[in-house]
Structures are given as C-alpha cells and as structure tokens.
C-alpha cells in the first residue's frame, strides 16, 4: 500500500523536475481553496454483497460533500488537500434477507433473524503532491495522497438463531468508530471563470486495508459469516468551485 503512494509521488516529482525550464516563460498556478459535492461509490470489497466474503460491505452509492485546496510550492508543483465527508448508504430489505438465509444455513438452524440499523458515514482527510499542467482557461490537476478515513458509524447487525427446543442464541455486530490510514489518486480538470474563480471535475480514488469491527455474543469464527475488519474503498466523482489566491 505504502509502495503504491510512493510510486505515485514519485511520479508526480519527476514531471516537476522535467518540466521547470519548460514552465519558466507559462503562467504560474494559483494557489485555490474550493467547495466540491458529487457521488461517493464503493468498490471492491466495500461495494460487494456476497455473504461468504467476510470483508463484503454491502455498501452503498451515495453523496460527498468536502473542501479542496492546492497550495504551491514552486511553479505548478505544490500540495493538495482535501477534507470530505461520504454517505455509503444502510443495508436494504434484500441485503438483510441475503445475510438471514446464508446463517441459517451455515449454522442449519430452523430460523434465523437478522435486523440492521445504522448508515455507513466516514469523514476522508487525505493530502500528497500536485502536479497542475496549464492550457489557455485549463488546469489539469494530478495528485497522489496520503491520509485517514475516520468512520462516523457502520450498520449493526442484530443476529437472532433459534431452534426446535424454543432457545435462542443471540449474536451482534457492532457500530464502528473507527479510523484507518489511506492512500489514492486524483485527477482534476479546473475551467477558469476569471482570475479569482475556477469550476472544475474531479475523480478520485481512495483505497485503506479496512476499520476494525467487533462483535458481541458467541464467536463463530470458521462456520458462518463473521466480520472482524471492513476494507474501504472509494471512487468519488464531484464537481467544484474554487477560488483563486
């Protein structure tokens, strides 16, 4: 994880080191703070709904709200940050019957019922090197990043089993507060509306090993479902307004 970050700074440094004779004579970027809002969508693991995938999130595609800001150094090299807040969405009426039906059969019970409650909500706080190559009104911004997803909260699960003798075996996974360090990419195109204002669109990739998840009630740990760790994984789409200083 930390190799892919350092391969992308990498990058990001040696088109600056190549291009600073060449930008002598070309405008040098302004340095911005701006306002971005678009769509948050979980892959991989995080998006995925398979019961038997432990690290599955059944997360959700949702809003993102957050700030922006490039600050540079010399020329168009400098260092971006940007703060944000994502809304992954709560698991659904299938998702819940999708997670009944597969512990009911690892654990062959008669019934098993499974509630859910709680939204995936996280807060991204991710910075690294920028890179910005400038055309007429255009900027590019490439960005490689470092931060922390902190978790606002994750679905908690309530686990019912029962069986013929009328007994009922209760099992809970809990609401995480948890934080995880993180690292991604980006890639932006700003449009100048003047010499104070941009309005741009931005993808971003932010990918994490994953929060810890605890448990209460029985530990079935190598028969059914059982989730102790929860890998993030975010591409995020936004449009913004920056303003220039």
Known sequence: MKKNFTILSAVLITLFSLNVKAQDDNPQAKSYLGLLGGLSSPVSNFGQSNYSNNSAGFAKKGGTLGLDAGIYLHKNFGIGITFSYQDQGELNAADVQNLANGYNTSF???ETNVTAVNRYQNLNLMAGPQYSFLYKRFTLDLRASAGIIKSISTPSLGIVF???????????QLSSGGNTFAYGGSAGLRFSLSDSWDIGLKSNYINSDGIKIENTGPAYTGIGRYQTKLPITEIQTTLGISLKF
Request: proline share 0%; net charge negative; charged share 20%.
């Open 108 to 110: 062959v019970k008669d």
């Open 162 to 172: 029962d069986n013929t003798a009328n007994s009922a075996t209760y099992h809970n």
